[in-house]
């Protein structure tokens, strides 16, 4: 394995708080490791430091100088007045990029509905986001960076990415991945960092292994500190008994540590659930009769019979721009359907979440954007009886939610995107709904508070409906998935979240031979040509490996007193080698390529 990235002693701080304490770590071919963390503990801070962009107070990044890193960033930087085909396949024609497989799957599936010859500043920001992602992955790189590259993909091109990076990864590519999408790191990764408290922890395997590895290391932090404690008890109780007491050597009793993992949280009890949310809606929730809606020429549904009951717990997926928005803003009254009714509960009070985190939620009083956030809940409810019957104060809500010490009084203007979501989130409980419609409720969330979120729907007897394209919660949180098609229907999924990528490959499949003429199949010419082309680039890297393997020899005889120094520029040349090596195997297969043509 190659080495490509190590840092060593890495320390870096902002004002006065510590974000990176001495911390070391390396990364090397094939290696694909997973970043989490809570929002703002340096996750990306750490990716930043690793490709050069930012540089620490302290320590040192050694990296491979054979090696390409591609990197991307929170936030893109293309050239001014670039196109999507500028910008992604270096300007080439159609017949060009359709002619490679690899240029062909990246375009298909992350820039369907964006024009090429757009330019990439009239783009939203999702679409400069794909248009990001594909310019790093059709790059020929080493090391592949990506900060939360599944933002703003629906769940079929996540499966598309998560495969194309495991091929990725088996020809040996490196990978480093900031991500709250945890059904995503676990089908890529085979590590996992976790950034916290200025340290990273390693963990091997995917996202499942790091949380069992995690709950580990807490059943046995929780066991020391418990000995750790009950000696402390015992000698102190001892001081204060006296000589007398000190002879008798009595025995007392003290308190068991509570064991975190022995204990496996209960199962969702869905009948009681069911019973509980029953008694606070009725039989009634919502009634869906030749429901249509459309936008323009689409219809979004097609005559819709749906009844959804007390205690429900719905998953909804589809394709952007299916209409799960709009399902859900239907079900709220915000907006009348275009035919057909729909009947609401006598009893609802409802609690829609929106993908904006700047908008307020419909049942709470609009967020004042001077006000502190303590202030802020506090006025709103100091004290909440949850629905699932445990009074609640809004301060330890609030510490739950991760707003604690100078955040719980930071006033609401100054809140990240993330810190938005979760007050948005809380002061939605606060209103004590009994039916809750959360629309990407995942988005801008760090894991440790989608586990928070987690743990009181778990509980929360309700009827749940959740537009969302993280599998993760989405298998987490509700009983039954049903996908909006694009055709107008409506389906439930016996098979989750498997059935609706399975029914759209089939749905896909079946268009193909409609869509062929527009993918131009691979010619002998075109094939040539690329070949000549890929020969050309890897001529050119040869070229600077020799370059680079010349220059170090020279190095190494000119500090041939310097016994360190030899071992460092040592360990380059044979990187150096091993990849001089690798590059004129591929050119004799490139040379082949071309004879053959």
């Not at 922890?201 to 020391?224: M, T």
């Not at 869906?288 to 997926?317: A, M």
């Not at 098609?485 to 749905?507: A, I, K, N, T, Y």
Request: overall charge negative.
């Amino acid at each position: 394995m190659v080495n490509i990235v190590n840092a060593e002693r890495l320390s870096l701080a902002f004002g006065t708080r510590t974000l990176l304490d001495e911390v070391s770590l390396g990364l090397s071919s094939g290696d694909v490791v997973g970043v989490v963390g809570r929002n703002g503990d340096g996750k990306t801070t750490l990716l930043r430091l690793l490709v050069g962009v930012a540089e620490p107070d302290s320590g040192q990044i050694v990296r491979n100088s054979t090696a390409s890193i591609g990197y991307l960033g929170q936030d893109e930087d293309f050239a001014a007045g670039a196109t999507v085909r500028d910008a992604v396949i270096g300007g080439q024609a159609d017949h060009v990029w359709a002619a490679d497989s690899a240029s062909r799957s990246v375009v298909q599936h992350l820039l369907t509905t964006i024009e090429l010859d757009r330019r990439v500043a009239e783009l939203s920001g999702g679409e400069r986001r794909r248009v990001g992602l594909a310019t790093v992955l059709l790059a020929d790189h080493d090391l592949l960076v990506l900060d939360e590259p599944t933002n703003h993909l629906d769940v079929e091109a996540i499966a598309w990415l998560a495969e194309h990076l495991q091929a990725r990864q088996a020809a040996g590519t490196a990978m480093l991945v900031v991500s709250h999408d945890r059904w995503f790191l676990d089908a890529v990764c085979n590590r996992v960092w976790e950034v916290h408290d200025a340290a990273v922890d390693s963990y091997e395997g995917g996202y499942a292994a790091y949380v069992l590895a995690r709950a580990e290391r807490v059943r046995q932090a929780a066991a020391n500190e418990a000995r750790r404690q009950n000696l402390l008890r015992k000698e102190l109780a001892w001081l204060r008994r006296g000589p007398p007491a000190r002879t008798s050597k009595p025995q007392f009793r003290i308190d068991a540590a509570n064991v975190l993992i022995e204990d496996e949280p209960a199962p969702r009890d869905t009948i009681k659930l069911r019973e509980f949310a029953t008694s606070r809606l009725g039989k009634d929730v919502f009634d869906l009769h030749q429901v249509t809606q459309r936008i323009g020429e689409r219809t979004l549904f097609d005559h819709l019979d749906w009844s959804i009951g007390p205690g429900d717990r719905i998953g909804l997926v589809g394709i952007n721009g299916a209409g799960k928005t709009t399902l859900l803003r239907l079900l709220a009254g915000e907006v009348q359907p275009q035919s057909g009714k729909l009947k609401q509960g006598r009893t609802l009070q409802l609690g829609h979440l929106s993908q904006s985190v700047v908008s307020t939620e419909p049942n709470a009083e609009p967020l004042d954007e001077s006000e502190r956030v303590l202030e802020s809940v506090q006025r709103l409810q100091r004290h909440v009886k949850l629905a699932t019957g445990v009074e609640s104060s809004a301060s330890s809500l609030l510490e739950e939610f991760g707003f604690r010490g100078e955040r719980l009084v930071t006033r609401i203007a100054e809140l990240s995107g993330g810190e938005r979501r979760r007050l948005q989130f809380l002061r939605l409980l606060l209103t004590e709904p009994n039916v809750l419609l959360l629309d990407e409720p995942t988005n801008d969330l760090d894991i440790d508070t989608l586990t928070v979120i987690e743990d009181y729907l778990d509980t929360w007897p309700g009827t749940l409906i959740v537009v969302s394209h993280d599998r993760w919660f989405l298998e987490r949180t509700c009983d039954v998935v049903y996908a909006l098609l694009g055709d107008g229907s409506c389906v439930l999924l016996p098979g989750g979240v498997e059935e609706f990528l399975l029914r759209r490959q089939q749905q896909t499949s079946a268009n193909k031979p409609a869509s062929a003429p527009s993918t131009p199949k691979t010619t002998d010419a075109g094939a040539e040509r690329q070949a000549r082309k890929d020969l050309a680039r890897v001529e050119g890297q040869l070229a600077k490996t020799a370059t680079l393997i010349t220059k170090l020899h020279d190095q190494l005889a000119e500090q041939a007193s310097d016994y360190a120094k030899l071992v460092t520029l040592g360990e380059e040349l044979a990187l150096a080698e091993a990849r001089q090596a690798e590059l004129e195997s591929l050119w004799l297969d490139l040379a082949e390529k071309v004879e053959s043509n």
